[in-house]
Structure formats: C-alpha cells, structure tokens
C-alpha cells in the first residue's frame, strides 16, 4: 500500500474519532461520492464496522455474502419448526379422526413451507450458477483480468486531493522541463491562490503552473 494511501486512511479514521461531520469528511478526502466508493472498495477491510457505518458505507460482495448466510439460516430454523410441528402433532392428537384431520392440514402446509425453502434454496442455486458459469468462460476471465489492470493503471495517473491545497502529482507532470518565459497578465487572487498551493506542496510556483498546464492540455486535447 502506498504510503499516501495509508495517510489518507489514518487521518479519515482521526477525523471519525473526533466526530467530524460526515459531510466535511467526504468532502475534504472524496470530493464526490463515486471516488468514495472505489476508494472504499479498495481499503474498506482496514476500517472498524463502526468507522464504516459512520461513512455509511456497505460492501456489496459482503451485503451479498450476509444475503445469502441469512437465507440458509433462515432454511434451517424452517426445516426445525416443520420436525417439532410433527412431533407435536403425534403428542396431542388421541382421537383418529382428529389426527388424520389434522394431519391433512399439517402435510398441507409443510408442503406449502417445503416449496418455499425449495425456492429459497433455487435463488441460491441460480446465484452461485450465475457466478460459475461466468468464471468457467475464459473470454469472460481475461476480460475481467483486463479491466482490472486498465483501473489500476488510470489510479497510477490520477491526480489525489489528499489534503486541502495538497496533491499528488504524478511523475510525468514533475519532469516537464521549465524551458522558456511567458508574459502574460492573471488574476492576482487566484495567482496568490496558486503560490499557496505550491508551498504547501513544497514545489515551486513555475513547476504548479507546468502541472496545470498539463492537467488541462490531457483533459482537452
């Protein structure tokens, strides 16, 4: 992990500590809410369950994995009522009719509960077949492998607000060469702005308005 990385982490869990109003925080280490999910897809296992309800954030893998251990829960504790709805029919019912009655309504509806654990069990069947068959087709592997290395290179070039007026400019930016002057006339407060920004991120002024220029020249050509 990236040492910018494991800061962003440590000062996003100072700031739950200490209350920070949810908003400020996605603003001030997301500034949108789809960085927010793919920053917390990736680093989601080193917050607390209570750091991650605080972000209100919910893995889905995980949502889908509890979805499905609540599911065979929920199968079991049915297929425990059906035996003690049985044992107790034979316990209570003395006269004949009554328990042959009553044993037709009890088969009724512990055919009724078997076909709903059936179709329980059918919706899991079909999600875990859903998956197998995808992994099975290799066109569908490669193509997954694929996108995962094109999401991991674009992070490589990402520019990261890590902090207010700090960022992290990628490489290709801080090795363009400052070869020649410019004269040209800007506002003085969003010059001063720019200056800020440059000591605080311990570079000079001439190599931010490189980054900018190059920011803007990817971005629109």
Do not use: C
């Amino acid at each position: 992990m990236r040492t910018q990385t494991q800061n962003k982490i440590r000062n996003i869990k100072n700031a739950i500590e200490r209350k920070e109003d949810l908003k400020s925080i996605e603003k001030r280490f997301f500034n949108t809410a789809t960085k927010k999910k793919e920053f917390l897809n990736r680093v989601y296992r080193y917050f607390s369950k209570e750091d991650l309800e605080y972000l209100e954030y919910e893995n889905e893998t995980e949502k889908l994995i509890e979805e499905l251990k609540a599911k065979q829960e929920k199968k079991e504790k049915e297929n425990k009522d059906i035996t003690n709805i049985t044992n107790s029919n034979i316990k209570e019912n003395d006269d004949i009719t009554n328990i042959t009655s009553s044993n037709t309504d009890e088969t009724n509806n512990i055919t009724n509960i078997t076909n709903n654990i059936d179709n329980e069990s059918k919706d899991i069947t079909d999600i875990t077949k859903k998956y197998a068959d995808f992994f099975k087709d290799i066109n569908n592997v490669n193509a997954l492998f694929e996108m995962v290395q094109k999401y991991r290179n674009s992070q490589e070039h990402n520019i990261e607000l890590l902090e207010s007026g700090e960022l992290s400019i990628p490489l290709e930016a801080r090795s363009i060469k400052s070869d020649t002057n410019i004269s040209l006339k800007a506002n003085s407060e969003q010059y001063e702005i720019l200056k800020q920004i440059a000591y605080k991120n311990r570079i000079g002024i001439g190599q931010l308005i490189n980054f900018v220029f190059w920011e803007f020249i990817k971005r629109h050509s």
